[in-house]
Protein backbone atom coordinates (compact mmCIF):
# COMPACT_ATOMS: atom_id res chain seq x y z
CA UNK A 1 0.00 0.00 0.00
CA UNK A 2 1.26 3.51 -0.84
CA UNK A 3 0.14 6.49 1.04
CA UNK A 4 1.67 10.36 1.50
CA UNK A 5 2.70 8.17 5.14
CA UNK A 6 4.80 5.28 3.47
CA UNK A 7 6.12 8.12 1.09
CA UNK A 8 7.48 10.21 4.34
CA UNK A 9 8.43 7.22 6.26
CA UNK A 10 9.92 5.04 3.57
CA UNK A 11 8.37 2.43 5.17
CA UNK A 12 5.77 -0.72 3.36
CA UNK A 13 2.59 -0.60 4.81
CA UNK A 14 0.68 2.56 6.62
CA UNK A 15 1.44 1.52 10.20
CA UNK A 16 2.78 2.90 13.19
CA UNK A 17 3.24 1.26 16.33
CA UNK A 18 1.96 4.10 18.99
CA UNK A 19 4.51 5.22 21.75
CA UNK A 20 3.69 3.61 25.06
CA UNK A 21 4.80 3.91 28.12
CA UNK A 22 7.11 0.48 29.78
CA UNK A 23 5.82 -0.80 26.50
CA UNK A 24 7.74 0.35 23.86
CA UNK A 25 10.84 -0.94 24.30
CA UNK A 26 13.23 -2.23 21.32
CA UNK A 27 11.89 -5.47 20.64
CA UNK A 28 8.28 -4.52 19.72
CA UNK A 29 9.77 -1.23 17.83
CA UNK A 30 12.16 -3.73 15.43
CA UNK A 31 9.24 -6.18 15.05
CA UNK A 32 6.71 -3.62 14.03
CA UNK A 33 9.49 -1.77 11.23
CA UNK A 34 10.81 -5.71 9.96
CA UNK A 35 6.51 -6.28 9.67
CA UNK A 36 6.98 -3.36 7.37
CA UNK A 37 5.27 -1.17 9.79
CA UNK A 38 7.15 2.12 11.85
CA UNK A 39 8.30 0.89 15.36
CA UNK A 40 8.10 3.51 17.86
CA UNK A 41 10.80 3.23 20.73
CA UNK A 42 9.28 5.25 23.70
CA UNK A 43 12.14 7.36 25.02
CA UNK A 44 10.82 8.44 28.75
CA UNK A 45 10.75 4.59 29.09
CA UNK A 46 14.23 4.73 29.68
CA UNK A 47 15.50 5.78 32.85
CA UNK A 48 19.00 8.23 31.18
CA UNK A 49 19.22 9.77 27.83
CA UNK A 50 22.29 7.26 27.71
CA UNK A 51 19.58 4.50 28.22
CA UNK A 52 18.16 5.61 25.75
CA UNK A 53 21.32 5.77 22.95
CA UNK A 54 21.60 2.24 24.18
CA UNK A 55 18.34 1.15 23.43
CA UNK A 56 18.66 2.78 19.76
CA UNK A 57 21.97 0.87 19.00
CA UNK A 58 20.07 -2.24 20.39
CA UNK A 59 16.70 -1.50 18.02
CA UNK A 60 19.14 -0.74 15.29
CA UNK A 61 20.75 -4.31 15.69
CA UNK A 62 17.24 -5.73 15.50
CA UNK A 63 16.10 -4.39 12.11
CA UNK A 64 17.68 -2.45 9.23
CA UNK A 65 14.59 -0.51 7.97
CA UNK A 66 13.18 2.56 9.63
CA UNK A 67 11.87 3.24 13.17
CA UNK A 68 11.05 6.29 15.04
CA UNK A 69 11.35 7.52 18.97
CA UNK A 70 8.36 8.65 20.98
CA UNK A 71 8.74 11.92 23.05
CA UNK A 72 6.25 13.11 25.12
CA UNK A 73 6.68 16.65 26.42
CA UNK A 74 4.83 17.13 29.96
CA UNK A 75 4.96 20.59 32.26
CA UNK A 76 4.89 17.79 35.18
CA UNK A 77 7.96 16.33 33.72
CA UNK A 78 9.77 19.16 35.16
CA UNK A 79 13.07 17.07 35.97
CA UNK A 80 13.35 15.64 32.68
CA UNK A 81 16.04 16.35 31.05
CA UNK A 82 14.57 17.11 27.27
CA UNK A 83 17.70 18.48 25.42
CA UNK A 84 19.72 15.49 26.47
CA UNK A 85 17.48 12.72 25.12
CA UNK A 86 16.79 14.22 21.96
CA UNK A 87 20.62 14.77 21.37
CA UNK A 88 20.60 10.97 21.85
CA UNK A 89 17.92 10.33 19.12
CA UNK A 90 19.83 12.79 17.46
CA UNK A 91 23.14 11.33 17.75
CA UNK A 92 21.78 7.79 17.09
CA UNK A 93 21.32 8.13 13.78
CA UNK A 94 17.10 8.55 14.45
CA UNK A 95 15.33 9.89 11.16
CA UNK A 96 11.94 10.04 12.77
CA UNK A 97 10.55 11.67 15.92
CA UNK A 98 6.68 11.25 16.97
CA UNK A 99 6.41 14.28 19.85
CA UNK A 100 3.23 14.00 22.26
CA UNK A 101 1.84 16.56 25.00
CA UNK A 102 3.13 19.92 24.50
CA UNK A 103 3.71 22.21 21.58
CA UNK A 104 6.94 20.90 20.29
CA UNK A 105 8.48 24.26 18.68
CA UNK A 106 11.45 25.13 20.74
CA UNK A 107 12.78 21.69 19.80
CA UNK A 108 12.20 21.87 16.05
CA UNK A 109 15.35 23.34 14.99
CA UNK A 110 17.69 21.05 16.37
CA UNK A 111 15.45 18.04 15.02
CA UNK A 112 14.92 19.43 11.50
CA UNK A 113 18.80 20.55 11.72
CA UNK A 114 19.32 16.53 11.63
CA UNK A 115 16.80 15.87 9.03
CA UNK A 116 14.77 14.48 10.98
CA UNK A 117 10.89 14.14 10.28
CA UNK A 118 8.65 15.10 13.31
CA UNK A 119 4.84 13.59 13.38
CA UNK A 120 3.20 15.28 16.48
CA UNK A 121 0.19 13.28 18.12
CA UNK A 122 -2.92 15.57 18.51
CA UNK A 123 -6.26 15.53 19.86
CA UNK A 124 -8.30 18.03 18.34
CA UNK A 125 -8.39 19.97 14.55
CA UNK A 126 -6.96 22.77 16.62
CA UNK A 127 -3.89 21.72 17.66
CA UNK A 128 -3.02 19.65 14.28
CA UNK A 129 -3.51 23.01 12.57
CA UNK A 130 -0.95 24.53 14.83
CA UNK A 131 1.93 21.50 14.30
CA UNK A 132 1.33 22.00 10.79
CA UNK A 133 2.06 25.97 11.02
CA UNK A 134 4.88 24.98 13.44
CA UNK A 135 6.76 23.09 10.52
CA UNK A 136 5.69 19.36 11.81
CA UNK A 137 6.08 16.71 8.72
CA UNK A 138 3.12 14.64 9.76
CA UNK A 139 0.25 14.64 12.49
CA UNK A 140 -1.34 11.71 14.59
CA UNK A 141 -4.68 12.43 15.08
CA UNK A 142 -6.42 11.32 18.40
CA UNK A 143 -9.73 10.27 18.74
CA UNK A 144 -12.38 10.02 22.31
CA UNK A 145 -11.28 6.04 21.51
CA UNK A 146 -7.39 6.32 22.11
CA UNK A 147 -6.32 4.69 25.35
CA UNK A 148 -4.10 7.01 26.95
CA UNK A 149 -4.44 10.95 26.23
CA UNK A 150 -7.85 11.52 24.47
CA UNK A 151 -7.62 15.13 25.59
CA UNK A 152 -10.92 16.83 26.78
CA UNK A 153 -12.79 17.06 23.53
CA UNK A 154 -14.22 13.79 23.23
CA UNK A 155 -14.65 13.97 19.65
CA UNK A 156 -14.32 10.40 18.23
CA UNK A 157 -12.39 9.72 15.27
CA UNK A 158 -15.68 9.42 12.81
CA UNK A 159 -15.61 12.83 13.24
CA UNK A 160 -12.45 14.15 14.13
CA UNK A 161 -10.48 12.15 10.94
CA UNK A 162 -12.77 13.75 8.28
CA UNK A 163 -12.51 17.44 10.34
CA UNK A 164 -8.51 17.00 10.14
CA UNK A 165 -8.91 15.94 6.63
CA UNK A 166 -10.36 19.31 5.63
CA UNK A 167 -8.16 21.28 7.60
CA UNK A 168 -4.63 20.04 7.22
CA UNK A 169 -2.31 19.57 3.81
CA UNK A 170 0.35 17.80 5.89
CA UNK A 171 -0.39 13.92 5.86
CA UNK A 172 -2.21 12.29 8.86
CA UNK A 173 -2.45 9.19 10.69
CA UNK A 174 -5.73 7.95 12.57
CA UNK A 175 -5.18 7.00 16.32
CA UNK A 176 -7.63 5.31 18.63
CA UNK A 177 -10.06 2.64 17.42
CA UNK A 178 -7.80 1.13 15.00
CA UNK A 179 -7.25 -2.44 15.20
CA UNK A 180 -7.57 -4.11 11.89
CA UNK A 181 -7.99 -3.73 8.24
CA UNK A 182 -11.69 -2.53 9.00
CA UNK A 183 -10.14 0.57 10.48
CA UNK A 184 -7.28 0.72 8.19
CA UNK A 185 -10.10 1.23 5.33
CA UNK A 186 -12.14 3.39 7.66
CA UNK A 187 -9.25 5.71 8.16
CA UNK A 188 -8.30 6.02 4.89
CA UNK A 189 -11.55 6.68 3.39
CA UNK A 190 -12.17 9.44 6.32
CA UNK A 191 -9.25 10.92 4.73
CA UNK A 192 -6.01 9.74 6.91
CA UNK A 193 -3.00 8.63 5.45
CA UNK A 194 -3.01 5.52 7.72
CA UNK A 195 -3.02 4.06 11.12
CA UNK A 196 -1.56 4.73 14.87
CA UNK A 197 -2.03 1.36 16.93
CA UNK A 198 -1.07 1.62 20.58
CA UNK A 199 -3.34 -0.82 22.67
CA UNK A 200 -3.36 -3.77 19.90
CA UNK A 201 0.47 -3.86 19.32
CA UNK A 202 0.42 -5.00 23.40
CA UNK A 203 -1.26 -7.85 22.11
CA UNK A 204 1.31 -9.48 20.47
CA UNK A 205 4.10 -12.34 20.35
CA UNK A 206 7.16 -9.46 20.56
CA UNK A 207 5.12 -6.78 23.12
CA UNK A 208 7.61 -7.02 26.17
CA UNK A 209 4.51 -7.08 28.46
CA UNK A 210 3.42 -9.59 31.27
CA UNK A 211 1.51 -12.68 29.12
CA UNK A 212 -1.53 -11.40 32.00
CA UNK A 213 -1.77 -8.19 30.09
CA UNK A 214 -2.28 -9.89 27.17
CA UNK A 215 -4.74 -11.84 28.07
CA UNK A 216 -6.73 -9.46 30.16
CA UNK A 217 -6.82 -7.71 26.70
CA UNK A 218 -8.26 -10.61 25.04
CA UNK A 219 -10.66 -10.58 27.52
CA UNK A 220 -11.66 -7.30 28.07
CA UNK A 221 -15.13 -5.93 25.61
CA UNK A 222 -15.36 -2.69 24.88
CA UNK A 223 -17.22 -1.23 28.11
CA UNK A 224 -14.25 -2.23 29.85
CA UNK A 225 -12.45 1.23 29.89
CA UNK A 226 -12.56 4.21 31.74
CA UNK A 227 -11.91 7.75 31.97
CA UNK A 228 -10.08 9.00 35.00
CA UNK A 229 -8.57 12.00 35.91
CA UNK A 230 -11.24 14.01 34.19
CA UNK A 231 -11.32 16.36 36.96
CA UNK A 232 -7.76 17.66 36.50
CA UNK A 233 -8.33 18.13 32.90
CA UNK A 234 -5.30 15.54 32.12
CA UNK A 235 -7.99 12.44 31.12
CA UNK A 236 -6.19 9.13 30.74
CA UNK A 237 -8.61 6.25 28.97
CA UNK A 238 -7.45 3.06 31.34
CA UNK A 239 -8.62 -0.38 31.85
CA UNK A 240 -11.37 -0.79 34.51
CA UNK A 241 -9.38 -2.88 37.54
CA UNK A 242 -9.66 -2.02 41.15
CA UNK A 243 -7.12 0.84 41.09
CA UNK A 244 -9.09 2.64 38.18
CA UNK A 245 -12.57 1.93 40.17
CA UNK A 246 -10.72 3.59 43.50
CA UNK A 247 -9.73 6.48 41.47
CA UNK A 248 -13.27 7.07 40.20
CA UNK A 249 -14.70 6.85 44.39
CA UNK A 250 -11.96 9.82 44.86
CA UNK A 251 -13.03 11.82 42.59
CA UNK A 252 -16.69 11.21 43.36
CA UNK A 253 -16.25 11.66 46.30
CA UNK A 254 -13.62 15.21 46.50
CA UNK A 255 -15.26 16.58 43.59
CA UNK A 256 -14.20 19.43 42.28
CA UNK A 257 -11.14 19.93 44.93
CA UNK A 258 -9.72 16.64 43.82
CA UNK A 259 -6.04 17.01 43.23
CA UNK A 260 -3.08 14.56 41.83
CA UNK A 261 -2.16 13.97 45.47
CA UNK A 262 -5.49 12.22 46.05
CA UNK A 263 -4.78 9.49 43.62
CA UNK A 264 -0.97 9.75 42.76
CA UNK A 265 -0.32 6.45 44.61
CA UNK A 266 -3.07 4.70 41.94
CA UNK A 267 -1.76 6.10 38.72
CA UNK A 268 1.91 6.94 38.54
CA UNK A 269 3.91 5.72 35.87
CA UNK A 270 6.08 3.48 38.32
CA UNK A 271 2.73 1.01 38.70
CA UNK A 272 2.28 0.94 34.95
CA UNK A 273 5.36 -1.04 34.95
CA UNK A 274 3.96 -3.51 38.06
CA UNK A 275 1.42 -3.86 35.84
CA UNK A 276 3.11 -4.45 32.54
CA UNK A 277 5.90 -6.02 33.20
CA UNK A 278 5.29 -8.31 36.41
CA UNK A 279 1.18 -8.40 35.47
CA UNK A 280 -0.19 -7.34 39.05
CA UNK A 281 -3.07 -6.35 36.72
CA UNK A 282 -4.59 -4.33 39.92
CA UNK A 283 -1.96 -2.54 41.01
CA UNK A 284 -2.56 1.01 39.23
CA UNK A 285 -4.15 2.23 36.35
CA UNK A 286 -3.10 1.75 32.91
CA UNK A 287 -4.03 2.66 29.48
CA UNK A 288 -6.22 0.78 27.23
CA UNK A 289 -7.96 1.79 24.35
CA UNK A 290 -11.64 0.33 23.85
CA UNK A 291 -10.17 -1.36 21.02
CA UNK A 292 -9.72 -3.81 23.84
CA UNK A 293 -12.93 -5.07 22.67
CA UNK A 294 -12.07 -5.89 19.49
CA UNK A 295 -8.92 -8.01 20.41
CA UNK A 296 -9.60 -11.20 20.57
CA UNK A 297 -6.00 -13.17 19.93
CA UNK A 298 -1.92 -12.69 20.20
CA UNK A 299 -0.43 -13.34 17.51
CA UNK A 300 2.88 -12.19 16.43
CA UNK A 301 3.61 -8.80 14.85
CA UNK A 302 4.05 -9.77 11.45
CA UNK A 303 1.27 -12.25 11.44
CA UNK A 304 -1.15 -9.18 12.77
CA UNK A 305 0.13 -6.75 10.23
CA UNK A 306 0.04 -9.09 7.57
CA UNK A 307 -3.70 -9.95 8.39
CA UNK A 308 -4.46 -6.07 8.61
CA UNK A 309 -2.99 -5.50 5.24
CA UNK A 310 -4.94 -8.56 3.63
CA UNK A 311 -8.08 -8.01 5.22
CA UNK A 312 -7.60 -4.16 4.07
CA UNK A 313 -7.13 -5.12 0.45
CA UNK A 314 -10.16 -7.87 0.52
CA UNK A 315 -12.30 -5.19 2.00
CA UNK A 316 -11.45 -2.80 -0.57
CA UNK A 317 -11.55 -5.18 -3.77
CA UNK A 318 -14.19 -7.43 -3.02
CA UNK A 319 -16.66 -5.95 -0.44
CA UNK A 320 -16.17 -2.15 -1.53
CA UNK A 321 -15.90 -2.49 -5.07
CA UNK A 322 -18.54 -5.23 -4.97
CA UNK A 323 -21.30 -3.24 -3.65
CA UNK A 324 -20.18 -0.85 -6.86
CA UNK A 325 -20.32 -3.30 -9.08
CA UNK A 326 -23.78 -5.06 -8.16
CA UNK A 327 -25.43 -1.41 -8.48
CA UNK B 1 -24.85 0.56 -4.56
CA UNK B 2 -26.18 -2.91 -3.81
CA UNK B 3 -26.13 -3.89 0.25
CA UNK B 4 -28.29 -6.02 2.51
CA UNK B 5 -29.92 -2.91 3.38
CA UNK B 6 -31.27 -1.87 -0.55
CA UNK B 7 -32.41 -5.43 -1.40
CA UNK B 8 -34.10 -5.42 2.29
CA UNK B 9 -35.93 -2.35 2.14
CA UNK B 10 -35.71 -2.44 -1.83
CA UNK B 11 -34.21 1.06 -2.38
CA UNK B 12 -31.55 2.30 -4.27
CA UNK B 13 -28.85 3.80 -1.77
CA UNK B 14 -27.96 2.51 1.55
CA UNK B 15 -29.08 5.80 3.27
CA UNK B 16 -31.73 6.00 5.38
CA UNK B 17 -33.53 9.29 7.16
CA UNK B 18 -33.48 9.18 10.99
CA UNK B 19 -36.63 9.86 12.45
CA UNK B 20 -37.09 13.30 14.02
CA UNK B 21 -39.62 14.84 16.47
CA UNK B 22 -40.54 17.76 14.54
CA UNK B 23 -38.57 17.29 11.55
CA UNK B 24 -40.10 13.78 10.35
CA UNK B 25 -42.73 15.49 8.11
CA UNK B 26 -43.72 13.63 4.52
CA UNK B 27 -42.03 16.34 2.95
CA UNK B 28 -38.66 15.67 3.82
CA UNK B 29 -39.67 11.56 4.05
CA UNK B 30 -41.02 11.82 0.34
CA UNK B 31 -37.60 13.83 -0.50
CA UNK B 32 -35.50 10.80 0.70
CA UNK B 33 -37.55 8.43 -0.88
CA UNK B 34 -37.51 10.16 -3.87
CA UNK B 35 -33.79 10.70 -4.12
CA UNK B 36 -33.17 6.41 -3.78
CA UNK B 37 -32.65 6.86 0.18
CA UNK B 38 -35.21 5.21 2.70
CA UNK B 39 -37.59 8.66 3.91
CA UNK B 40 -39.20 7.78 7.30
CA UNK B 41 -42.19 9.92 8.86
CA UNK B 42 -42.00 10.41 12.46
CA UNK B 43 -45.11 8.84 14.06
CA UNK B 44 -44.75 10.81 17.44
CA UNK B 45 -44.69 14.42 15.89
CA UNK B 46 -48.25 13.96 14.56
CA UNK B 47 -50.54 14.71 17.72
CA UNK B 48 -53.00 11.80 17.04
CA UNK B 49 -53.40 8.59 15.04
CA UNK B 50 -55.69 10.05 12.96
CA UNK B 51 -52.53 12.61 12.16
CA UNK B 52 -50.45 10.13 11.11
CA UNK B 53 -53.02 8.38 9.01
CA UNK B 54 -53.24 11.93 6.82
CA UNK B 55 -49.37 12.31 7.11
CA UNK B 56 -48.72 8.67 5.51
CA UNK B 57 -51.31 9.27 2.95
CA UNK B 58 -49.61 12.65 2.05
CA UNK B 59 -46.19 11.19 1.77
CA UNK B 60 -47.61 8.52 -0.43
CA UNK B 61 -48.97 11.49 -2.15
CA UNK B 62 -45.17 13.00 -2.87
CA UNK B 63 -43.67 9.58 -3.68
CA UNK B 64 -43.90 5.72 -5.23
CA UNK B 65 -41.02 4.66 -3.76
CA UNK B 66 -40.86 2.94 -0.28
CA UNK B 67 -40.51 5.12 2.97
CA UNK B 68 -40.57 4.03 6.58
CA UNK B 69 -42.63 5.12 10.02
CA UNK B 70 -40.46 5.95 13.01
CA UNK B 71 -42.29 4.92 16.61
CA UNK B 72 -40.33 5.53 19.60
CA UNK B 73 -41.19 3.87 22.54
CA UNK B 74 -40.78 5.20 25.64
CA UNK B 75 -41.95 4.67 29.21
CA UNK B 76 -42.57 8.39 30.09
CA UNK B 77 -44.52 8.63 27.27
CA UNK B 78 -47.30 6.58 29.30
CA UNK B 79 -50.45 8.18 27.68
CA UNK B 80 -49.40 7.19 24.33
CA UNK B 81 -52.05 4.98 22.18
CA UNK B 82 -49.14 3.24 20.64
CA UNK B 83 -51.44 0.44 19.70
CA UNK B 84 -53.29 2.95 17.66
CA UNK B 85 -50.74 4.83 16.06
CA UNK B 86 -49.27 1.26 14.92
CA UNK B 87 -52.71 0.26 13.52
CA UNK B 88 -52.84 3.92 11.24
CA UNK B 89 -48.76 2.59 10.12
CA UNK B 90 -50.89 -1.14 9.24
CA UNK B 91 -53.56 0.61 7.55
CA UNK B 92 -51.69 3.35 5.50
CA UNK B 93 -50.25 0.59 4.13
CA UNK B 94 -46.84 1.16 5.42
CA UNK B 95 -44.27 -1.46 5.27
CA UNK B 96 -41.11 -0.66 6.73
CA UNK B 97 -41.02 0.67 10.46
CA UNK B 98 -38.31 1.96 12.69
CA UNK B 99 -38.50 1.28 16.58
CA UNK B 100 -36.69 3.15 19.15
CA UNK B 101 -36.22 3.26 22.99
CA UNK B 102 -38.08 0.06 24.40
CA UNK B 103 -37.94 -3.65 23.62
CA UNK B 104 -40.51 -3.64 20.29
CA UNK B 105 -40.93 -7.25 21.21
CA UNK B 106 -45.02 -6.76 22.11
CA UNK B 107 -45.50 -5.23 18.82
CA UNK B 108 -43.64 -7.26 16.47
CA UNK B 109 -46.57 -9.76 16.11
CA UNK B 110 -48.77 -7.33 14.49
CA UNK B 111 -46.43 -5.62 12.46
CA UNK B 112 -45.04 -8.65 10.93
CA UNK B 113 -48.63 -10.40 10.39
CA UNK B 114 -48.94 -6.99 8.11
CA UNK B 115 -45.60 -7.74 5.93
CA UNK B 116 -43.85 -4.63 7.74
CA UNK B 117 -40.01 -5.36 8.30
CA UNK B 118 -38.85 -3.86 11.43
CA UNK B 119 -35.30 -2.09 11.73
CA UNK B 120 -35.24 -1.16 15.62
CA UNK B 121 -32.41 1.13 16.86
CA UNK B 122 -29.82 0.13 19.49
CA UNK B 123 -26.87 1.86 21.12
CA UNK B 124 -25.22 -0.95 22.25
CA UNK B 125 -24.21 -4.45 20.89
CA UNK B 126 -25.95 -6.18 23.75
CA UNK B 127 -29.57 -4.46 22.54
CA UNK B 128 -28.69 -5.25 18.79
CA UNK B 129 -28.73 -9.13 19.58
CA UNK B 130 -31.78 -8.61 21.36
CA UNK B 131 -33.59 -7.24 18.82
CA UNK B 132 -32.38 -9.75 15.96
CA UNK B 133 -33.34 -12.68 18.66
CA UNK B 134 -36.42 -11.38 19.12
CA UNK B 135 -36.85 -11.00 15.63
CA UNK B 136 -35.95 -8.02 14.33
CA UNK B 137 -35.14 -7.48 10.63
CA UNK B 138 -31.93 -4.93 10.74
CA UNK B 139 -30.83 -2.63 13.05
CA UNK B 140 -29.96 0.81 13.60
CA UNK B 141 -26.55 0.67 15.39
CA UNK B 142 -26.46 4.41 16.95
CA UNK B 143 -22.47 5.80 18.25
CA UNK B 144 -21.26 8.06 20.90
CA UNK B 145 -21.63 10.72 17.93
CA UNK B 146 -24.69 10.70 17.24
CA UNK B 147 -27.71 13.62 17.98
CA UNK B 148 -30.45 12.98 20.70
CA UNK B 149 -30.03 9.49 22.60
CA UNK B 150 -26.29 7.69 22.23
CA UNK B 151 -27.25 5.76 25.34
CA UNK B 152 -24.91 5.77 28.41
CA UNK B 153 -22.11 3.27 27.17
CA UNK B 154 -20.56 6.05 25.26
CA UNK B 155 -19.30 3.87 22.43
CA UNK B 156 -18.17 5.60 18.94
CA UNK B 157 -19.10 3.86 15.67
CA UNK B 158 -15.23 3.50 15.10
CA UNK B 159 -15.60 0.63 17.52
CA UNK B 160 -19.12 -0.04 17.79
CA UNK B 161 -19.55 -0.71 13.94
CA UNK B 162 -16.81 -3.83 13.64
CA UNK B 163 -18.10 -5.20 16.94
CA UNK B 164 -21.37 -5.01 15.60
CA UNK B 165 -20.65 -6.77 12.59
CA UNK B 166 -18.93 -9.54 14.59
CA UNK B 167 -21.98 -10.20 16.63
CA UNK B 168 -25.02 -9.81 14.45
CA UNK B 169 -26.50 -11.84 11.46
CA UNK B 170 -29.31 -9.39 10.50
CA UNK B 171 -28.06 -6.64 8.18
CA UNK B 172 -27.39 -3.06 10.01
CA UNK B 173 -27.09 0.85 9.17
CA UNK B 174 -24.47 3.38 11.21
CA UNK B 175 -26.44 5.94 12.73
CA UNK B 176 -24.18 8.92 14.22
CA UNK B 177 -21.54 11.25 13.01
CA UNK B 178 -22.88 10.37 9.24
CA UNK B 179 -22.39 13.21 6.80
CA UNK B 180 -20.95 12.29 3.25
CA UNK B 181 -19.22 9.77 1.00
CA UNK B 182 -16.53 9.49 3.24
CA UNK B 183 -18.50 8.01 6.45
CA UNK B 184 -20.74 5.97 4.18
CA UNK B 185 -17.36 4.22 2.66
CA UNK B 186 -16.13 4.11 5.91
CA UNK B 187 -19.80 2.49 8.00
CA UNK B 188 -19.15 -0.21 4.49
CA UNK B 189 -15.72 -0.96 5.85
CA UNK B 190 -16.67 -1.07 9.22
CA UNK B 191 -19.23 -3.85 8.39
CA UNK B 192 -22.00 -2.01 8.13
CA UNK B 193 -24.69 -2.56 5.43
CA UNK B 194 -25.73 1.26 5.19
CA UNK B 195 -26.32 4.63 6.91
CA UNK B 196 -28.44 6.89 8.97
CA UNK B 197 -28.46 10.40 9.03
CA UNK B 198 -30.44 12.49 11.31
CA UNK B 199 -28.40 16.03 11.65
CA UNK B 200 -27.20 15.78 8.08
CA UNK B 201 -30.97 15.37 6.53
CA UNK B 202 -31.88 18.91 8.77
CA UNK B 203 -29.46 21.14 6.87
CA UNK B 204 -31.37 20.48 3.66
CA UNK B 205 -33.94 22.75 1.58
CA UNK B 206 -36.97 20.05 1.95
CA UNK B 207 -36.34 20.12 5.77
CA UNK B 208 -39.50 21.83 7.23
CA UNK B 209 -37.78 23.05 10.18
CA UNK B 210 -36.97 27.23 10.22
CA UNK B 211 -34.02 28.15 8.07
CA UNK B 212 -32.14 30.08 11.23
CA UNK B 213 -31.79 26.11 12.38
CA UNK B 214 -29.98 25.01 9.01
CA UNK B 215 -27.69 28.34 9.44
CA UNK B 216 -27.49 27.09 13.03
CA UNK B 217 -25.97 23.84 11.85
CA UNK B 218 -23.68 25.42 8.86
CA UNK B 219 -21.93 27.41 11.51
CA UNK B 220 -21.53 24.75 14.41
CA UNK B 221 -18.42 23.36 14.39
CA UNK B 222 -17.63 19.89 16.11
CA UNK B 223 -17.38 21.03 20.02
CA UNK B 224 -20.62 22.51 19.96
CA UNK B 225 -22.60 19.59 20.96
CA UNK B 226 -23.28 18.93 24.83
CA UNK B 227 -24.27 15.62 26.65
CA UNK B 228 -27.61 16.73 29.04
CA UNK B 229 -29.68 14.74 31.57
CA UNK B 230 -26.80 11.84 32.15
CA UNK B 231 -27.44 11.99 35.66
CA UNK B 232 -30.60 11.36 34.76
CA UNK B 233 -29.25 8.23 32.60
CA UNK B 234 -31.25 9.28 29.90
CA UNK B 235 -28.74 11.14 27.69
CA UNK B 236 -29.75 13.68 25.15
CA UNK B 237 -26.74 14.87 22.49
CA UNK B 238 -27.92 18.66 21.86
CA UNK B 239 -26.60 21.97 20.38
CA UNK B 240 -25.00 23.90 22.94
CA UNK B 241 -27.25 27.38 23.35
CA UNK B 242 -28.62 28.82 26.37
CA UNK B 243 -31.20 26.61 27.21
CA UNK B 244 -28.56 24.07 27.08
CA UNK B 245 -25.90 25.79 29.02
CA UNK B 246 -28.76 26.48 32.05
CA UNK B 247 -29.60 22.66 32.40
CA UNK B 248 -26.35 21.76 32.54
CA UNK B 249 -25.55 24.02 35.52
CA UNK B 250 -28.97 22.68 36.94
CA UNK B 251 -27.32 19.37 36.85
CA UNK B 252 -24.00 20.75 38.32
CA UNK B 253 -25.69 22.63 41.30
CA UNK B 254 -28.11 19.89 42.25
CA UNK B 255 -25.42 16.96 41.14
CA UNK B 256 -27.24 13.74 41.58
CA UNK B 257 -30.37 15.01 43.17
CA UNK B 258 -31.13 16.57 39.98
CA UNK B 259 -35.13 15.43 38.47
CA UNK B 260 -36.38 15.72 35.33
CA UNK B 261 -38.81 18.31 37.03
CA UNK B 262 -35.36 20.49 37.20
CA UNK B 263 -34.77 21.02 33.88
CA UNK B 264 -38.61 20.19 32.00
CA UNK B 265 -39.14 23.59 31.21
CA UNK B 266 -35.53 23.59 29.33
CA UNK B 267 -35.51 20.29 27.03
CA UNK B 268 -39.57 19.32 26.64
CA UNK B 269 -40.64 18.33 23.19
CA UNK B 270 -43.05 20.97 23.03
CA UNK B 271 -40.04 24.02 22.99
CA UNK B 272 -38.14 21.49 20.25
CA UNK B 273 -41.24 22.70 17.92
CA UNK B 274 -40.66 25.97 19.11
CA UNK B 275 -36.63 25.92 18.16
CA UNK B 276 -37.04 23.81 14.83
CA UNK B 277 -40.55 25.82 13.20
CA UNK B 278 -39.97 29.06 14.75
CA UNK B 279 -36.22 29.64 14.81
CA UNK B 280 -36.32 30.64 18.03
CA UNK B 281 -32.78 28.70 18.91
CA UNK B 282 -32.33 29.31 22.61
CA UNK B 283 -36.00 28.37 23.33
CA UNK B 284 -35.09 24.63 24.49
CA UNK B 285 -32.16 22.24 23.71
CA UNK B 286 -32.40 20.17 20.61
CA UNK B 287 -30.89 17.26 19.46
CA UNK B 288 -28.03 17.46 17.05
CA UNK B 289 -25.30 15.20 16.18
CA UNK B 290 -21.58 16.18 16.30
CA UNK B 291 -21.76 15.50 12.68
CA UNK B 292 -22.44 19.27 12.70
CA UNK B 293 -19.24 20.07 12.11
CA UNK B 294 -18.98 18.57 8.95
CA UNK B 295 -21.92 20.63 7.67
CA UNK B 296 -21.00 23.23 5.40
CA UNK B 297 -24.04 23.88 2.86
CA UNK B 298 -27.45 23.30 2.75
CA UNK B 299 -28.22 21.33 -0.71
CA UNK B 300 -31.33 19.92 -1.44
CA UNK B 301 -31.75 16.05 -0.34
CA UNK B 302 -31.66 14.95 -3.76
CA UNK B 303 -27.92 17.14 -4.65
CA UNK B 304 -27.08 16.02 -1.29
CA UNK B 305 -27.86 12.06 -1.57
CA UNK B 306 -26.12 12.11 -5.07
CA UNK B 307 -22.95 14.15 -3.38
CA UNK B 308 -22.31 11.49 -1.20
CA UNK B 309 -23.01 8.32 -3.80
CA UNK B 310 -20.72 10.28 -5.96
CA UNK B 311 -18.58 10.68 -3.45
CA UNK B 312 -18.37 7.05 -2.00
CA UNK B 313 -17.89 5.69 -5.89
CA UNK B 314 -14.60 7.97 -6.38
CA UNK B 315 -13.31 7.30 -2.82
CA UNK B 316 -13.64 3.34 -3.48
CA UNK B 317 -12.71 3.26 -6.83
CA UNK B 318 -9.62 6.32 -7.04
CA UNK B 319 -8.81 6.54 -3.61
CA UNK B 320 -8.89 3.31 -2.13
CA UNK B 321 -8.12 1.19 -5.64
CA UNK B 322 -5.10 3.74 -5.71
CA UNK B 323 -3.59 3.23 -2.51
CA UNK B 324 -3.81 -0.65 -3.16
CA UNK B 325 -2.38 -0.02 -7.16
CA UNK B 326 -0.01 2.39 -6.07
CA UNK B 327 2.00 -0.16 -3.69
Not at 37 to 50: D, F, H, N, S
Not at 53 to 66: F, G, Q, V
Not at 149 to 162: C, K, V
Request: charge should be negative; proline fraction near 5%.
Amino acid sequence: MKTRITELFGIEHPIVQGGMHYVGYAELAAAVSNAGGLGIVTALTQPTPEDLAREITRCRDMTDRPFGVNITILPTFRDVPYGEYLQAIIDGGVKIVETAGRNPEPHLPALQAAGIKVIHKCTSVRHALKAERIGCDAASVDGFECGGHPGEDDIPNMILLPRAAEELTIPFIASGGMADGRSLVAALALGADGINMGTRFIATKEAPVHDKVKQALVDADELQTRLIMRPLRNTERVLSNAATERVLEIEQEKGDDVTIDDIRHLVTGELGRQVLHEGDLDAGAWSCGMVAGLIHDVPSVKELVDRIMAEAEAIITERLTGVLAEA
